[in-house]
């Protein structure tokens, strides 16, 4: 049986959607319409949404923060199971990484435990800790590269002396995604995580990795360009992720019943689709 | 009532037991003694290590890759309680570090839920994914500096060009440091995780910082010099970990009951100790 690789089936539910949406679920209890009620709300509220995103998107990410932090546990297997038994594949964004022998350790958490597809992790720690993920080649890990968020710039624009065989200097991020590019990459299963509030350091990302794939957060809540983005984005495999515009979308907080947040959700979908398709 | 601080309260329990070590918590469940059976082995064989390490350490750090593996969630708890109740700081070691709001979960989750006194977290994604860490005033939080394993090389050694009041360049881990020193630690409760296996690069950080508090991972298995180490600390209040030397000593899979592997536990802690309290 030939197994076919994470950004092998990304790629075909890309096609056969017609999306590269991705539906991020960063599930905050203080935040979820009052139409969920009861001590199961959270677990209803995730189920609803990973239903009503389904038809648009080919991939779901989890946030394990959200589910922490709230001690549920269990309930984010329940995610995992119900996102595949709709057909979608499904990122733990987790940003994990340690010395090898702990790395090794989460990787079987999200991989083995949870039952990802695909991953997010730290570089900071260089290669040994990136190593236990990618071995499981027919899943995918996403470096954190240039992230979405404002304290990015502290380290990771830096300009930086690259290594020897490189020569000459370059912002740390770049640095980051020639490493994954060209070190870390073997097996094909390595993308990079490229926020969509620096759009010209994601065109320069792909130019220097000859496209690899990106996971691209930032756009929604954080105020993100998705035409910038699309337009840079060329054959790479890669995606846009929303998780607040799409889990709360504008009226959904006063949505009567899950019936009609479902509805509300799964319109913000569409639209967002069509919204990116627009500038492809 | 004033609340202590997590340094203050360090440096206390220092002097108390005239001991700069700290016990780490990796249970692997393939490698723990045979003389643990049953279910309940991991939480028996946790309990019984704290209890054996309780009398020479003052903190005790708990690797939540290692539970997590396993899907131990309610032990960690377990052990967080334990070790509270024989007066011990608790670490959990969890290398985390997201977007604001997602950081803010993962406080929550290791400070309020797990009730931990300290944590390590990652820089690489800057200010903003620490500083809500950092507003727990009374905990303690490492960043993630220069750590002990080889990977350590591939990014925070390389030379980057400082931020402009600073000037000229320096490697990342020293930034990282220099940012940590000079803009984290407001509160007082920042402290800077950088391995045993580069003992100049310690020496330099610890200069740079004023002597900020390290938390020294990489003697024991890793293979660190506690001399080349001890000598360097000054009058930081830092701490060095073992994790796998003191949970796995030799003789230790042979014990014949938990209460001979206490004793060998015990053995190799005091060992650790006078061996530390040798150099100072």
């Known amino acids: 049986m030939v197994i076919m690789g994470y950004f092998e089936q990304l790629k075909r539910k890309q096609v056969e959607k017609c999306s590269l949406l991705c539906a991020g679920i960063d599930i905050d209890l203080e935040k979820i319409p009052a139409c969920f009620t ?10 609803t949404f990973i239903r009503a995103v389904a038809p648009y998107v ?39 990484g340690d010395i090898g022998n702990s790395s ?6 999200v991989f083995d435990r949870l039952g990802a597809d695909a ?12 190593e236990p993920f990618l071995e499981y080649a027919d899943k995918g890990v996403y470096v954190l590269c240039r992230t979405s968020n404002g304290g990015a710039k502290d380290f990771q624009s830096l300009e930086v002396v690259r290594p020897a065989m490189l020569g000459g200097t370059a912002p740390l991020y770049q640095v980051v995604a ?23 350091e994601l065109g320069q990302v792909l130019k220097a990795t000859d ?18 983005v699309v337009s840079r984005l060329g054959r790479s495999t890669s995606m846009i992720n929303q998780s607040r515009s799409l889990m709360l979308p504008p009226g959904s907080a006063g949505a009567e019943s899950p019936e009609e947040y479902a509805e509300i959700v799964a319109a913000a979908a569409k639209k967002a689709v069509e919204e990116i398709n627009s500038c492809r």
């Open 211 to 228: 496209y690899m794939p990106l996971l691209v957060p930032g756009v929604g809540a954080q105020g993100g360009d998705v035409k910038a």
């Open 178 to 200: 020639e490493t994954a590019a060209r070190q870390w990459n073997g097996r094909g299963n390595c993308g990079l995580v490229v926020g969509a509030t620096a759009p010209e």
């Open 58 to 96: 080919p991939v779901v990410k989890i946030n394990l923060a959200f589910s922490e932090a709230e001690g549920m546990f269990p309930e984010v297997n329940e995610f995992v199971h119900k996102a595949r038994s709709l057909g979608l594949l499904v990122i733990i964004d987790a940003k994990r």
């Open 104 to 109: 090794a350790k989460y990787a079987q958490y």
């Open 38 to 47: 009861g001590s199961s709300r959270f677990v209803n509220f995730g189920d």
């Open 119 to 130: 991953t997010t992790v730290s570089p900071y720690m260089g290669s040994d800790s990136v």
